[in-house]
């Protein structure tokens, strides 16, 4: 069975970066595509980006140059960071898989994170 | 980006009954629109994909229908298990895009 577990700090103050590893077990990162999702508070979700199979990427013009989603093959884990972070990057945290043209089947259970000083 | 707009924020239902829910994208996702169902504290569960095609495990009291830009999930014998948080996504194009959520409730 595919899963996905997130994991990082739940804490990351502004002007800092936000770093998340997403853990996959049950299928390897090097099929389908791999993509991050938020969830603010009062429930808005944004598509952040994918790492594909072949570990190429694409990002949610709105974050523009602030993130960059990685992967270790060896360890079937990808990541996200986000730098320059601010109170409203303050969100639920997703990883997720998918299909070419298809939505997300499996996700992680999530983790939040508060940026605060 | 694709804006998508669904409706109600809110809705309030007894057991048995069916139930509706709405989306409307601001262009034509030829379908390419999915409804997910989120309890408190956990993660999304897909329900429908393709606008109308049952994800492998959903209930058939769930159903998908729509086309263009506007789309509906439809919960028939809504049942205690079914109170929960459902949006809609589309991933016709990049950015993909979510509506805003409409949250389920026992009447």
């Known amino acids: 069975e595919v899963q996905l577990q997130e994991s990082g700090p739940g804490l990351v103050k502004p002007s800092q970066s936000l770093s998340l590893t997403c853990s996959v077990t049950g299928y390897s990162i090097t099929s389908n595509y791999w993509g991050w999702i938020r969830k603010f508070p009062g429930n808005k979700m944004e598509w952040m980006g994918y790492i594909s199979y072949s570990g190429s990427t694409s990002y949610n013009p709105s974050l523009k140059s602030r993130i960059s989603i990685t992967r270790d093959t060896s360890k079937n884990q990808f990541f996200l960071q986000l730098n320059s972070v601010t109170t409203e990057d303050t969100a639920t945290y997703y990883c997720?898989?998918?299909?070419?043209?298809?939505?997300?089947?499996?996700w992680g259970q999530g983790v939040m994170v508060t940026v605060s000083s | 980006d694709i804006q998508m707009t669904q409706s109600p924020a809110s809705l309030s239902a007894s057991l048995g009954e069916t139930v509706t829910i709405e989306c409307r994208a601001s262009e034509d996702i030829y379908n390419g629109l999915a409804w997910y169902q989120q309890k408190p504290g956990k993660s999304p569960q897909l329900l429908i994909y393709n606008a109308n095609s049952l994800h492998t495990g959903v209930p058939s009291r769930f159903s998908g229908s729509g086309s263009g830009t506007q789309y509906s999930l439809k919960i028939n014998s809504l049942q205690s298990e079914d109170v929960a948080s459902y949006f809609c996504?589309?991933?016709?194009?990049?950015?993909?895009?979510f509506g805003a959520g409409t949250k389920l409730e026992l009447k």
């Open positions: 997720a898989r998918y299909r070419t043209g298809s939505p997300f089947d499996y």
């Open positions: 996504q589309q991933y016709y194009n990049y950015p993909y895009t």
